[in-house]
Structures are given as structure tokens and as C-alpha cells.
């Protein structure tokens, strides 16, 4: 079965460094991978969306890359900021659906 | 980007009753909406695509009985737990796909905490 795999379940990072978040998968092809922003009590906020054709994709302090031989997409996080703690959650999708990782919470240290 | 809204933000219930959610996409029409729960440090569920104007199409394991979606119209969609246990007790997340993207980005609604006493 399908299965999707966020390397650490919390993530400490000093601010102002780059934060690297990681996305692993199995038995699975994604059209699409897209990472979202979840505060607690919140629903997702959608960050950024990379297709299988796509190595990389930047937004701002943000850049997601796609490896689809290492089933694998890395997320950063430049210049971190304490405002961008909260859990990150990886997501594919082929079709309609959307399956989703169990997130990494990130904590940015003041 | 595009905003889905859901109401009420919190309930809380006594076992045996029935509460209904509402997902409301608020600046565009969506075809198709999708609800999800969520337990504490867990990923997001899929239970259920809701489409307009036919029959929601439920994941595997998900009682369709209990869990009952009406997609009324392009901008509505309600989730009713029926006959709601303690073990129902969950975040329920619904979400909008907006078809003027041309992306398959889904939009998600603030989520609702369920307390079934």
C-alpha cells in the first residue's frame, strides 16, 4: 500500500538558519506533491504544489525540490523565523485524492 | 488563495446524538469537497468525497450510514455524524478543490473539534 514517511516527527532549528524537512514515499506515483502549514486546532494551509516534471520550486523563504527516482522531496525553510513553527505536512496526489504524511513539527528557537 | 469555511468550530455532544457540520466554499463554486478527520499526531484521513448533486464516494472503512454527506449545492457541503460515541470524538477537516486553478490544490476549511461525551 501506499505510504508516505516525514524523516523526523519534531524538528529543532535555531533561528535564522535553514530549515530541511523530509518527504519520503513508497508504492506510489504522484502527478503532484505538495507540502502544507498546519497550526494546532487549524486546518492546512496550502504552501506550495511541485508536479512530477519539476525538479525544484521556490516561494519566498520557501523551496520544495522532487526527486521522483529517490521517491523523495525535501522542503526548506531559509532564514527561519520563529512565526514558521508548526506542524509541516507532506502530501501526493494523482488524482482527485490527496494522501498526507503524519507532518514534522518544527520549532524555530528565538 | 481561495477560502473555505466551517462551521461551528466546536461542538460538543452527549453520546447517542446527531451533529452536522457545514463546509461552505466562499469565494468560488466547488464541484467536489472532501472530508478528513484527524486524531492527535496523526495524518489526515480521507473519509469521503462529497460531489454535487450525487452520492458521496466513502474510503474504505468508513460507515456511510453514520457518516452522512450532502452536497447540496456548489458552494455547500454537510458532514452529519449520526448516533455520535465517544470513540467519534475527532477533528473533522473539510476542503475545496478550486477548479479555476487548474491545480489539484485542495483548500481546507479551519477544521472542527467533535466531543462526544
Known amino acids: 500500500s501506499q505510504k508516505i514517511e516525514q524523516n523526523s516527527e519534531a524538528l529543532n532549528i535555531q533561528e535564522g538558519k535553514t530549515a530541511t524537512l523530509t518527504c519520503n514515499y513508497t508504492?506510489?506515483?504522484?502527478?503532484?506533491l505538495q507540502w502544507y502549514r498546519q497550526d494546532p486546532g487549524r486546518g492546512p494551509v496550502f504552501l506550495l504544489l511541485?508536479?512530477?516534471?519539476?525538479k525544484e520550486k521556490r516561494k519566498e523563504r520557501l523551496k520544495v525540490t522532487f526527486d521522483t527516482t529517490l521517491k523523495q522531496s525535501l522542503f526548506h525553510i531559509t532564514a527561519s523565523q520563529p512565526a514558521d513553527s508548526a506542524t509541516y505536512l507532506c502530501?501526493?496526489?494523482?488524482?482527485?485524492?490527496?494522501?498526507f504524511g503524519k507532518g514534522t513539527r518544527l520549532h524555530i528557537l528565538p | 488563495g481561495a477560502v473555505v469555511s466551517q462551521h461551528p468550530s466546536r461542538v460538543i455532544c452527549k453520546s447517542g446524538t446527531s451533529v452536522k457540520i457545514e463546509c461552505r466554499s466562499l469565494?468560488?463554486?466547488?464541484?467536489?469537497m472532501f472530508w478528513y478527520r484527524q486524531f492527535p499526531k496523526q495524518s489526515l484521513m480521507l473519509m469521503a468525497t462529497s460531489n454535487e448533486g450525487s452520492k458521496a464516494t466513502y474510503e474504505q472503512g468508513v460507515e456511510k450510514d453514520k457518516f452522512l454527506i450532502n452536497h447540496a449545492s456548489l458552494t455547500l457541503s454537510t458532514l452529519t455524524v449520526t448516533s455520535a460515541h465517544p470513540e467519534d470524538s475527532s477533528f473533522y477537516i473539510c476542503?475545496?478543490?478550486?477548479?479555476?486553478?487548474?491545480?489539484?490544490?485542495?483548500?481546507f476549511g479551519p477544521g472542527t473539534r467533535l466531543t462526544v461525551l
Open positions: 511541485i508536479r512530477e516534471n519539476e
Open positions: 469565494d468560488f463554486q466547488a464541484t467536489t
Open positions: 502530501a501526493l496526489s494523482r488524482d482527485d485524492k490527496i494522501i
Open positions: 508504492n506510489y506515483s504522484p502527478a503532484y
Open positions: 476542503s475545496a478543490r478550486d477548479p479555476g486553478t487548474g491545480m489539484n490544490t485542495q483548500y
